[in-house]
């Protein structure tokens, strides 16, 4: 199913196509982005508002995936967000790509580690799945 999505990137490097990217993650909510810039206020970053489109899961949906596949989601969220770069050559992101274009996570709040993790979106290629609309900071 073909989803468009509207969602936020931050990066330290300016970036005007995802072309040498694999995988990128977005936050779909602006307050949570302006956190991610308060986490290393000392260095240039660069944020951009982004149209994603494809076969987005919802984590629910990306959670019976998981299960179907037999990977303990738990553990797999973890790695997402502890190991991203290692994550991407595994077996259980392979089996993802075969099936959808990314989908839903939960990430740390950058706001306060201590309250609930927020929302955060894994694509795949985004070369094809993401545009960007505009620079926003």
């Known amino acids: 199913m ?3 999505i509207i969602a936020y990137h931050n990066s ?3 970036i005007r196509k ?5 995988v990128a993650w977005f936050t779909p909510s602006l307050h949570n982005l302006k956190g991610l810039r308060m ?5 240039k970053q660069y944020s951009y508002e982004v149209e994603i489109n494809g076969n987005i899961l919802t984590e629910k949906e990306a959670r019976l995936i998981a299960k179907s596949l037999n990977i303990n989601w738990s553990k797999f969220n973890t790695k997402l967000i502890t190991e ?3 994550i991407l050559k595994t077996n259980e992101i392979k089996a ?4 959808c274009d990314g989908f839903y996570h939960k990430d740390y709040n950058p706001w306060d580690s201590q309250a609930p993790d927020v929302d955060s979106i894994i694509i795949f290629n985004p070369q094809i799945n993401v ?3 505009k620079q926003i900071m």
């Open 84 to 86: 991203y770069e290692g």
């Open 131 to 133: 545009k960007i609309i």
């Open 12 to 14: 330290f490097e300016p």
């Open 18 to 22: 995802f072309n040498d990217l694999t």
């Open 2 to 4: 073909e989803t468009k």
């Open 39 to 43: 986490i290393n206020p000392d260095i």
């Open 96 to 99: 993802f790509q075969t099936v």
